[in-house]
């Protein structure tokens, strides 16, 4: 036999042996043994996997594995509740609130009162005594001329009377005063529609004073006395003044009148006056912006304001709302609204938190101008219609 051919044969025999050494180690590679561990299966083409994870592969299964964290309660949004209605408030009528205001009155103005009581009911009216009297008037801001003269007069009273008993000591002082206040004076809130046409009320006064909130309370005074209101929010400077408005307006359902911050003022309160013609109101109340009475530019705007009002009709009223412990600056602020927009009338506000309720007196002899409405505190209804025999009963009450 050729060599050549019998080395081949040798070669091939060689290959065959190793060939089956190695797969023979392949096949114990992966195919276990009795004593062997079978590894886990992790995955592969014959595997089947568990019917959990082939419904979560297919899309079937939407809730997270058994050993995932609870989602916490809080991360579930859930649907706002539409904020509910406000319940709308039947206010009281005006009829009788000075009087039921009356004890609040007579605390906060009871030392002025006993003061020129028990001066009057002295043994011996002196000269000093007299003197004593004007004081105590004049530091109540009843103004010097007005004190000068009740004094006069209570002298020449009491020495042609020759009496001075208490009883007759209180009438005396009861008469004085009422005759200061102007007891018969016409103090009527012009609030009554002509024809078609509302009544138009315009609210002026200087930052601070009450402005916002006294519309809103007239507002219920009338409301309550069975009126129909529309409110106009022509304070555009400040945007708590129009939402503290329309919170007044949204408890007795009267619609609020009212444009974006910085809005010009006069235009707001002629679309409150056409409103108030559309929907057949009452009572039109024109909410202005406070302004200092020394800024001439701020006080011409106000008179633009009542200008552009009167195109569409005519202002019944403007109240002029005075703070009643700013005493002697108040008549100061008084004059000059009066010069630009002829003020009808004065509403005075924190009545109950002062002894100086004499600004009454001095501001009416200095303007000619009724004190109309009062303001006895800081609930809804402790607006009233001012009456003087019932400021002058509480003034002097004796507790």
Same mark, same amino acid.
């Given at each position: 036999?050729?060599?050549?051919?019998?080395?081949?044969?040798?070669?091939?025999?060689?290959?065959?042996? !190793?060939?089956?050494?190695?797969?023979?180690?392949?096949?114990?590679?992966?195919?276990?043994?009795?004593?062997?561990?079978? @590894?886990?299966?992790?995955?592969?083409? *014959?595997?089947?996997?568990?019917?959990? $994870?082939?419904?979560? $592969?297919?899309?079937?299964?939407?809730?997270?594995?058994?050993?995932?964290?609870?989602?916490?309660?809080?991360?579930?949004?859930?649907?706002?509740?539409?904020? #509910?209605?406000?319940?709308?408030?039947?206010?009281?009528?005006?009829?009788?609130?000075?009087?039921?205001?009356?004890?609040?009155? #007579?605390?906060?103005?009871?030392?002025?009162?006993?003061?020129?009581?028990?001066?009057?009911?002295?043994?011996?009216?002196?000269?000093? *005594?007299?003197?004593?009297?004007?004081?105590?008037?004049?530091? /109540?801001?009843?103004? !010097?001329?007005? /004190? *000068?003269?009740?004094?006069?007069?209570?002298?020449?009273?009491?020495?042609?009377?020759?009496?001075?008993?208490?009883?007759?000591?209180?009438?005396?002082?009861?008469?004085?005063?009422?005759?200061?206040?102007?007891?018969?004076?016409?103090?009527?809130?012009?609030?009554?529609?002509?024809?078609?046409? @509302?009544?138009?009320?315009?609210?002026?006064? !200087?930052?601070?004073?009450?402005?916002?909130?006294?519309?809103?309370?007239?507002?219920?005074?009338?409301?309550?006395?069975?009126?129909?209101?529309?409110?106009?929010?022509?304070?555009?400077?400040?945007?708590?003044?129009?939402?503290?408005?329309?919170?007044?307006?949204?408890?007795?359902?009267?619609?609020?009148?009212?444009?974006?911050?910085?809005?010009? @003022?006069?235009?707001?309160?002629?679309?409150?006056?056409?409103?108030?013609?559309?929907?057949?109101?009452?009572?039109?109340?024109?909410?202005?912006?406070?302004?200092?009475?020394?800024?001439?530019?701020?006080?011409?705007?106000?008179?633009?304001?009542?200008?552009? !009002?009167?195109?569409?009709?005519?202002?019944?009223?403007?109240?002029?709302?005075?703070?009643?412990?700013?005493?002697?600056?108040?008549?100061?602020?008084?004059?000059?609204?009066?010069?630009?927009?002829?003020?009808?009338?004065?509403?005075?506000?924190?009545?109950?938190?002062?002894?100086?309720?004499?600004?009454?007196?001095?501001?009416?002899?200095?303007?000619?101008?009724?004190?109309?409405?009062?303001?006895?505190?800081?609930?809804?209804?402790?607006?009233?219609?001012?009456?003087?025999?019932?400021?002058?009963?509480?003034?002097?009450?004796?507790?």
């Amino acid at each position: 036999m050729d060599i050549t051919l019998l080395a081949a044969i040798a070669l091939v025999v060689v290959l065959l042996a !190793v060939g089956g050494f190695f797969l023979v180690r392949s096949q114990r590679s992966v195919t276990p043994g009795k004593d062997e561990t079978k @590894p886990e299966v992790t995955g592969g083409a *014959t595997a089947a996997p568990p019917e959990e $994870d082939r419904e979560r $592969d297919e899309g079937t299964v939407a809730t997270p594995p058994a050993q995932a964290p609870p989602v916490p309660a809080e991360t579930v949004e859930e649907p706002e509740a539409e904020p #509910a209605a406000p319940e709308l408030e039947t206010p009281p009528p005006s009829a009788g609130r000075m009087v039921r205001l009356r004890q609040r009155l #007579a605390r906060s103005q009871n030392s002025l009162g006993q003061g020129l009581l028990n001066l009057l009911s002295s043994d011996s009216l002196t000269e000093d *005594t007299w003197e004593e009297i004007e004081d105590t008037l004049i530091t /109540a801001d009843i103004g !010097v001329t007005s /004190a *000068t003269q009740i004094v006069e007069n209570l002298r020449t009273r009491v020495k042609v009377l020759g009496t001075r008993g208490p009883d007759d000591v209180r009438g005396l002082l009861r008469e004085e005063l009422l005759a200061q206040l102007g007891g018969d004076t016409d103090r009527t809130v012009r609030t009554e529609p002509h024809g078609e046409r @509302p009544a138009v009320i315009m609210v002026v006064g !200087v930052n601070g004073t009450g402005k916002t909130t006294t519309t809103g309370k007239l507002a219920r005074v009338l409301i309550g006395d069975g009126r129909s209101v529309v409110l106009g929010a022509a304070d555009t400077f400040r945007a708590a003044a129009t939402e503290q408005l329309q919170t007044w307006g949204g408890r007795v359902g009267a619609p609020v009148v009212s444009k974006e911050e910085g809005a010009d @003022p006069a235009s707001v309160a002629f679309d409150t006056v056409a409103r108030g013609a559309e929907e057949g109101a009452d009572t039109v109340i024109i909410d202005t912006a406070g302004r200092l009475h020394t800024k001439t530019g701020l006080m011409d705007e106000l008179g633009k304001v009542k200008r552009v !009002v009167e195109k569409k009709s005519r202002v019944d009223e403007v109240l002029l709302v005075l703070d009643a412990t700013t005493g002697q600056n108040g008549l100061r602020q008084a004059r000059v609204f009066a010069e630009v927009v002829n003020i009808t009338g004065i509403a005075l506000t924190k009545l109950d938190g002062t002894a100086k309720g004499g600004i009454i007196v001095q501001v009416q002899r200095e303007l000619g101008v009724p004190v109309k409405l009062v303001g006895l505190g800081e609930g809804p209804d402790d607006l009233a219609p001012f009456d003087p025999e019932v400021f002058v009963d509480a003034l002097l009450t004796q507790e």
